[in-house]
């Protein structure tokens, strides 16, 4: 019964550790997913120091010409390029701040999805003889805005005057990330061009979306050298605090597996201990018969690994079980919404665990029940087997 009651305790200890690994997992991957295809895309470039101050002078000539080129890498799956300005919006109930883009619609397609987040209206479809403009669900309920209202942009043109345009909701879009939903409308390119009073074949950032996104680096090196002295950034360089969730997520992952198997280490140690205790009698009499103290060591360490191994194997695969499940049906955590969406997490988890992370914890599950098992074992081995045979 001790036996079993080990092995149920072992199982249970690494369901949860596999099933909540395989959560943050999937939540980390919603995010990245969610900054590369609606956010950032994989790759950007600039001109030298745009990054600094959005200053509006800072362009990219030939645009549509380095578009082009890039486009034609094969690493390269999609390529956009866009204006980009500050403005201050004006509207009946309120004004805001925030960020513009200047897009051309069906390129911008290919490579974000908001044209896939919209909660009502169209995608920049003109409607009206004002041009359109595309918000954030979150700035329209701050600014009371619906389909159809007008707002009033202001922004310093190139020149450095003052330039003021009004423009019509023609669409509300809503993502995951409320933040992004309040800071940043899209406008048509060359509504934001003449605004700006900006002329030729220009633009402020080029955004790429990679067939793979394990190459970022590698395509980088070959943007670079079609962009000559414009800056070309990473999806991590651009959002560092990214960058440092997806580096440090693994470290996380394998401290809380630890800590689980730190619970299982002293849970077995225990085990083994009361095991040896109440066996006290049998071990005396396998020393008194000339049973050796190697062969004593070694019979409890394999009892406590088989009973180890095969608790762990049955949590591992039951976690894995449970984990294939969520892979394809989310797993709803709306109830804290209004949190994790104001960092850009999404409400609906679906779990992501790989096969390499499921044989390390069954290795450390292995060296877990191996460590746990010295201390029973060599406390066995102080027995003496006069004093042991006369024990209840």
């Given at each position: ?25 999937g ?6 997913e ?19 101050n ?7 000539n030939?645009?549509?010409?380095l578009?082009?080129?890039i486009?034609?890498l ?6 956009s ?66 389909v ?23 669409g ?34 080029i ?104 608790g762990?194997?049955?949590g ?44 390390i ?26 004093e042991?045979?006369r024990?209840?």
């Open positions: 019964m001790r036996s079993i009651i080990m092995i149920v305790a072992i199982a249970l200890g690494l369901i949860a550790g596999v099933f909540a690994t395989a959560f943050m997992l939540a980390v991957d919603s995010r990245i969610s900054a590369t295809r609606t956010e950032l895309a994989h790759l950007q470039v600039h001109a030298s120091h745009f990054l600094d959005n200053e509006t002078g800072l362009i990219i030939k645009a549509s010409e578009t082009q080129k486009n034609q094969d690493e390269v799956d999609a390529v390029y866009r204006l980009i300005a500050e403005p201050f919006i004006m509207a009946a109930h309120g004004t805001g701040g925030g960020k513009m883009l200047g897009i051309i619609p069906e390129e911008e397609k290919q490579v974000t999805n908001i044209s896939q987040k919209l909660v009502d209206g169209t995608y920049l479809e003109k409607t009206s003889r004002m041009p359109p403009v595309l918000i954030g669900e979150k700035l329209a309920k701050k600014l009371k805005l619906k159809g209202s007008k707002l009033n942009v202001q922004m310093v043109d190139m020149n450095g005057d003052l330039s003021s345009k009004g423009y019509r909701v023609s509300i879009y809503r993502t995951v990330n409320t933040g992004f939903d309040e800071t940043n409308l899209f406008v048509l390119y060359d509504d934001l061009k003449k605004q700006l009073g900006l002329q030729g074949d220009v633009a402020h950032e955004a790429m979306i990679c067939n793979d996104a394990e190459m970022v680096d590698e395509v980088k090196t070959k943007v670079q050298q079609l962009a000559g002295n414009d800056d070309v950034k990473t999806w991590k360089e651009l959002s560092p605090e990214m960058s440092i969730l997806t580096e440090s997520m693994d470290q996380y992952m394998y401290i809380f597996i630890l800590i689980i198997l730190l619970g299982l280490c002293f849970g077995i140690i225990n085990t083994m201990l009361m095991a040896v205790l109440e066996r006290t009698k049998e071990i005396g009499m396998l020393m008194a018969v000339g049973m050796n103290k190697r062969k004593i060591f070694g019979m409890i360490m394999l009892e406590s690994v088989m009973l180890t191994l095969t762990g194997l049955l591992v695969f039951i976690g894995s079980l449970i984990t294939k499940y969520f892979e394809t049906r989310p797993i709803d955590v709306s109830a804290f919404s209004e949190g994790l969406e104001k960092y850009g997490y999404a409400t609906k988890v679906y779990t992501s665990l790989q096969p390499d992370t499921l044989i914890i069954t290795i450390l599950v292995i060296i877990t029940g191996i460590i746990s098992a010295v201390y029973p074992a060599r406390k066995a081995l102080k027995l003496n087997p006069a042991a045979t024990s209840e």
